[in-house]
């Protein structure tokens, strides 16, 4: 499958060069010594993440070396020769195994994603420790992901290009960083959905979730406007400039004031136990505290929401899509 990537003709000789030696059974190919070295690296990363069955191949660990007009960059496997066809044949297995569960015939192509990232939602574990054949390095691939059920971002982002791959979708990985305290890489994919580019976290829609039913599809479909704390090169990636599959936007939760928010609640609020609402017009808030108070005010001063508050709710509130989910 094509990549998706926007890249320029010597990116391109790059990346070509990455799937001609990993398909090969490889451990080093050469490029030009006038390349971008940490642009290299990134797109060996990218590569692997795309090309996920070959995941026994180390995304961690790349070297260089050569003098001229040519450098080698020197790739490692994370497994033995003698490993690799045992634990190819886990990760096939397994990979089928999912998608004969969550997918059906008759699915649309975004049922098809959501079943794929509800799937990892609900059975991945973020973790990063370094037990198991490969240590660190095993967490950060798809096997991680779709074999143990645990991996951080890395390896989240890859199971789900992977698996999106097997049912004919295409998407790559963005390694970005994105600003809490500080910024810190990360890593989310890019999907394209009849021609258009949508964002997609699921490692935070995992780690947003909580023990109840209600779903978490706060990073799901979302325009790169959504993305106001995050850093990529967009110069690498297609422009995500629609929200029309959006979780919020299809199911009408956007609320842009009181009487909106108001309207939305009562709406959810006959057909389920809680509340999940997109809120942008509240982005002035600061703190998790500060929602729950106002969304508390509001429930409180109309009649019509007030047995959502008996017997105790528990809130989740995302500040940065400002997103509040009022669980009963």
């Excluded at 973790?127 to 989240?156: M, P, S």
């Excluded at 609640?265 to 982005?283: D, E, M, T």
């Excluded at 409180?300 to 989910?325: P, Y």
Aim: aromatic share 12%; glycine share 6%.
């Amino acid at each position: 499958m094509e990549s998706i990537l926007c890249l320029t003709e010597v990116e391109k000789d790059i990346y070509d060069s990455i799937l001609f030696a990993i398909k090969h059974g490889k451990t080093e190919f050469s490029v030009s010594s006038k390349a971008d070295m940490k642009q290299v690296s990134n797109l060996v990363k990218i590569a692997l993440a795309e090309n996920s069955e070959y995941f026994y191949y180390d995304n961690c660990k790349i070297n260089y070396s050569g003098f001229g007009p040519k450098r080698i960059v020197k790739i490692t496997k994370w497994l033995s020769s003698l490993s690799v066809r045992l634990y190819v044949d886990k990760f096939n297995t397994e990979s089928k195994r999912i998608i004969d569960k969550v997918i059906k015939n008759d699915m649309s192509k975004m049922q098809k994603i959501l079943a794929i990232h509800n799937y990892l939602v609900e059975n991945v574990t973020y973790f990063g420790g370094i037990t198991g054949v490969g240590g660190y390095q095993h967490y950060h691939t798809a096997y991680g992901a779709i074999v143990d059920k645990c991996a951080v971002c890395e390896g989240i982002a890859a199971a789900f290009c992977y698996l999106l791959s097997l049912v004919g979708i295409e998407s790559t990985v963005v390694n970005g960083t994105t600003q809490k305290a500080r910024d810190y890489g990360h890593t989310w994919n890019i999907v394209k959905v009849d021609g258009k580019c949508y964002h997609f976290d699921v490692t935070w829609n995992l780690k947003n979730k909580d023990d109840s039913n209600f779903p978490c599809l706060d990073y799901f479909a979302l325009k790169d406007s959504d993305l106001t704390k995050r850093n990529w090169n967009r110069n690498l990636y297609p422009l995500c400039n629609y929200d029309d599959l959006n979780f919020f936007q299809v199911t009408r939760s956007i609320a842009n004031s009181d009487n909106e928010l108001i309207s939305i609640a009562k709406r959810q609020a006959k057909k389920s136990n809680g509340l999940y609402i997109k809120c942008p017009y509240l982005n002035y808030l600061k703190s998790d505290e500060q929602y729950c108070d106002y969304i508390s005010n509001i429930i409180n001063a109309n009649f019509d929401l007030l047995s959502l508050m008996q017997g105790g709710v528990t809130f989740r509130i995302n500040e940065e899509q400002s997103i509040i989910c009022v669980i009963k």
